[in-house]
């Protein structure tokens, strides 16, 4: 998708929540996050794979953003490229990423530091291979502090603590290693580094994905908690979409690097209007189908290193057109909120508040 604004971006309230200011350069007056139309390609033997091509969004204070679509669709490309901590092959060929109004992508490494922890944290799927087997857990969440807001070894260690207190990690257990902490408290001591230096946005990439489900659920209730809380702003990436449909307000589905569409978790899991959503939530047992009706999307998804011209979404859509298959399909923007990029919709803003295209005659 083109330069599109958010809908209804608000100016953040971080600063009236946070010890600290916000960076030097912030504008008050500008909404927490505006990414506009972002450009992530990876290097490659074959040429430029373009796993983000064009993506734009924004996020609200306290607001949680769900990031859906199949394996290999750019969530984590996306959310690796708002802090620009990329593997070596990527390149961000293009695109803003404004956090209060400051665009980091022209940001050296250097002017991330003060960005990265303090602003926006990841915590990724699989703790165990985020932290040092030899450091005690304490330690590793203590880190952070000392580096990044400058504070003594003693009043790291005693915020790691409490922060390990707050995400359900009993104090005595602040000096285990992290072999000696089970799964779910290991993502838990995640979190609690994730939240050590207050930041405004926690990412979350597949933070559950490899918990059972009973800990999955507390893992979740954790971080809903810590967002009314402390009024963070969240970013959950997950195949999960009854994750998507419990935690978040909005969802943006991405395909082959893009936005098919966005908007209130409501409006797009009850009334989906691009053909893909529809795929994706008919391929989905606990929201739309039990087992016995469940749908498979036909097909496979594009190479990026050349993605079909036109709608990448066209070689499995049973409503493609001839226009599908050569013009990238421009947004529509619905009065609920939610926008769409597909050919079956009228282009630009449009009162027309649900419509659900009917399948064509004679498709799959
Ligand atoms: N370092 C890399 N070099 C080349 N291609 C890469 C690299 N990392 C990712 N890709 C490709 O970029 C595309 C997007 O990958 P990404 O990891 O962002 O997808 P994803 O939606 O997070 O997938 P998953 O759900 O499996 O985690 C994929 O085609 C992937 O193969
Ligand atoms: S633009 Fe055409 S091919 Fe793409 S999803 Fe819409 S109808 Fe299908
Ligand atoms: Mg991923």
Same mark, same amino acid.
């Given at each position: 998708?083109?330069?599109?604004?958010?809908?209804?971006?608000?100016?953040?309230?971080?600063?009236?929540?946070?010890?600290?200011?916000?960076?030097?350069?912030?504008?008050?007056?500008?909404?927490?996050?505006?990414?506009?139309?972002?450009?992530?390609?990876?290097?490659?033997?074959?040429?430029?794979?373009?796993?983000?091509?064009?993506?734009?969004?924004?996020?609200?204070?306290?607001?949680?953003?769900?990031?859906?679509?199949?394996?290999?669709?750019?969530?984590?490309?996306?959310?690796?490229?708002?802090?620009?901590?990329?593997?070596?092959?990527?390149?961000?060929?293009?695109?803003?990423?404004?956090?209060?109004?400051?665009?980091?992508?022209?940001?050296?490494?250097?002017?991330?530091?003060?960005?990265?922890?303090?602003?926006?944290?990841?915590?990724?799927?699989?703790?165990?291979?985020?932290?040092?087997?030899?450091?005690?857990?304490?330690?590793?969440?203590?880190?952070?502090?000392?580096?990044?807001?400058?504070?003594?070894?003693?009043?790291?260690?005693?915020?790691?603590?409490?922060?390990?207190?707050?995400?359900?990690?009993?104090?005595?257990?602040?000096?285990?290693?992290?072999?000696?902490?089970?799964?779910?408290?290991?993502?838990?001591?995640?979190?609690?580094?994730?939240?050590?230096?207050?930041?405004?946005?926690?990412?979350?990439?597949? +933070?559950?994905?490899?918990?059972?489900?009973?800990?999955?659920?507390?893992?979740?209730?954790?971080?809903?908690?810590?967002?009314?809380?402390? @009024?963070?702003?969240?970013?959950?990436?997950?195949?999960?979409?009854?994750?998507?449909?419990?935690?978040?307000?909005?969802?943006?589905?991405?395909?082959? @690097?893009?936005?098919?569409?966005?908007?209130?978790?409501?409006?797009?899991?009850?009334?989906?209007?691009?053909?893909?959503?529809?795929?994706?939530? @008919?391929?989905?047992?606990?929201?739309?189908?039990?087992?016995?009706?469940?749908?498979?999307?036909?097909?496979?998804?594009?190479?990026?290193?050349?993605?079909?011209?036109?709608?990448?979404?066209?070689?499995?859509?049973?409503?493609?057109? +001839?226009?599908?298959?050569?013009?990238?399909?421009?947004?529509?923007?619905?009065?609920?909120?939610?926008?769409?990029?597909?050919?079956?919709?009228?282009?630009?803003?449009?009162?027309?508040?649900?419509?659900?295209?009917?399948?064509?005659?004679?498709?799959?």
């Amino acid at each position: 998708m083109t330069d599109t604004p958010t809908t209804g971006a608000q100016p953040t309230r971080t600063a009236s929540r946070r010890q600290w200011p916000l960076p030097k350069l912030a504008d008050p007056n500008a909404p927490l996050l505006q990414v506009h139309d972002l450009q992530t390609h990876f290097r490659t033997d074959r040429g430029w794979l373009r796993a983000v091509d064009g993506v734009s969004f924004g996020l609200n204070d306290g607001e949680a953003l769900g990031l859906a679509g199949e394996s290999g669709c750019g969530k984590t490309t996306t959310a690796l490229s708002l802090v620009k901590l990329l593997p070596s092959n990527a390149r961000i060929k293009g695109g803003r990423v404004e956090l209060f109004g400051i665009d980091l992508i022209p940001k050296s490494e250097r002017a991330l530091q003060r960005y990265r922890w303090r602003e926006i944290s990841i915590v990724f799927q699989g703790a165990m291979n985020a932290f040092n087997p030899v450091i005690r857990v304490r330690d590793q969440i203590a880190e952070p502090l000392r580096d990044r807001l400058n504070q003594s070894e003693a009043a790291a260690r005693a915020r790691a603590v409490e922060l390990l207190d707050l995400v359900g990690i009993p104090r005595k257990r602040a000096d285990a290693y992290p072999h000696e902490l089970s799964g779910g408290m290991r993502q838990r001591a995640m979190i609690a580094m994730a939240l050590s230096c207050d930041p405004a946005i926690v990412i979350g990439d597949e +933070p559950t994905t490899a918990l059972d489900v009973m800990v999955q659920a507390q893992i979740l209730q954790l971080l809903e908690k810590l967002r009314t809380d402390l @009024g963070l702003s969240l970013i959950l990436i997950t195949h999960d979409l009854s994750v998507i449909a419990e935690t978040c307000d909005r969802v943006l589905v991405m395909y082959a @690097g893009r936005i098919a569409e966005e908007g209130p978790v409501s409006r797009v899991f009850t009334a989906p209007r691009h053909p893909y959503t529809q795929k994706l939530l @008919g391929a989905f047992p606990s929201i739309h189908a039990d087992r016995r009706t469940l749908e498979v999307i036909p097909g496979q998804p594009p190479d990026l290193v050349k993605p079909p011209p036109g709608c990448r979404f066209a070689p499995r859509c049973a409503f493609a057109m +001839p226009i599908c298959t050569e013009v990238v399909p421009p947004e529509t923007h619905f009065a609920d909120g939610v926008r769409v990029a597909c050919h079956l919709y009228p282009i630009g803003d449009t009162d027309v508040p649900t419509p659900t295209p009917a399948p064509p005659m004679g498709a799959p």
